[in-house]
């Protein structure tokens, strides 16, 4: 076994300063663990050694001994210094090998079962590092309540964890709760975070992406202002060390949560940014140009803008023709321009998406909608009725603003000529009010 006797590396693995690297191995915690584990004393530990009160300063990580007490105090637990060190720091680096192959997708250096199997490798002052890293796994695995499981453990002991691992932890519970859709859980848990922590661990790419989830969480609960705050952090982290693809999903984002305040310049600038990074980037992906080309769309179709808007469509369908969301936007703005048959010819390959493959539940409301506001005349008031309240509900209960500006528009119209003027004037107080909520920034925006 090689010798390492460099007080300096014994400095960088017992200390309770944390580089930006990683965790500190802490041999304290590996002595006191061996201690209680064969049942001894402080006191029968100490002696002959050094006084009990400075094995406890040991113990609790407060001072680094010369090496000569680490190796008595560890021979006389019957473990070998150069053994502990050498064992705990390949393992350090085992599990910083795996952390980063599940966060910035590294290639593994050894078997998956051999990361695995670190569990029953680990010591006393690494396990808290492996739970984290193997609920990442989980997350990875698709094992979300699992993960959870691990996470709230771990929370119970929140306090006593060190500075990176606080953060790399919450970084990996705001990932679960994401997955879980438990967002304000998320926001909930930074918060708390930010409160008393800076973010100052890791690497910048780790800032970007924990600033990146929260946007994405204030996002999903129309908080668009927040949203904006973090997307516009995660990307200023990205772009120090111009990680692109990054840089890519911040921007789109940004040009989201624009949207939807109704900042259209500033939300297609954004846009734009994205595209000329994408179209820069030979290994991006037709599905990037896709999502902006049709977010570039629906950009231009708030402002009116209609020729462009379905030339963007139009682009975005040209790389999945089945796409089914492109193919719902591409049948609504032919419905606001007066070009039913056009109208008509997408919804109809809408339809056979839907009978072909899973759809998501809210794209197949905006199939009824559409479809009901393009067969409207061969409805009966019954039917009309049963749409508004079944789907339209649906999206008033999902509190999606835009969608519900634009359908109670729609069928407010159809009931006040029909002479149905009370329920007429409850759709546009929806309209007025999702308009009110989004030039706001959002509902809990309202500063």
Known sequence: MKTLNSIQLLTTLCNNEINSEGFTLKIG??????RIEKGMSQEDLAYGICTNSYLSRI???????????YRLLLGKLGADYDEIIYNSTEIENDLDDWYSHLTKKTPLKK???YYLGLGN?????QIIKYKIIYSRYLITNREFEKAKEVLDDLYDIFPSLNSYEKFIFVNTYVVCFIFLDQNQSAIEIFEEYTQHHNINFGTKEEHGNLYYNIALCYKRDRSYKKCIYYAKQAFAEYSDNFHLTHMIKALVL????YNNIHDWEISYKYYKQALNIVEQLHTSSD??????????????????????????????LQIDKDNINVLINLTRINYKIGNHPEAKHYLNKTEQVIKSQSVNEMLIIQYNLLKCLLFVEYKDMDEIFHVLNSDFTYIVKHRVYE?????????????????????????????????????????????
């Open 403 to 447: 969608l519900i500006i634009f359908y109670s528009k729609e069928f407010a119209n159809i009931l006040e000529n029909n002479k149905f003027y009370k329920k007429s004037n409850e759709l546009y107080k929806y309209s007025f009010h999702a308009y009110e909520f989004l030039l706001k920034g959002g509902e809990k925006n309202n500063d």
């Open 254 to 257: 940004l040009g989201i949560a």
């Open 287 to 316: 599905r990037d140009k896709l999502m902006i080309y049709n977010d570039l769309g629906y950009c231009s179709e708030c402002q009116d803008l209609h020729s462009e808007a379905i030339k963007y469509y139009e682009l975005a």
């Open 59 to 69: 113990e609790n990580n407060h001072v680094i001994p010369d090496e000569e007490i």
């Open 29 to 34: 915690d590996v002595i006191r663990f061996k």
């Open 121 to 125: 490798k680990v010591n006393h002052g």
């Open 111 to 113: 078997e998956l079962n």
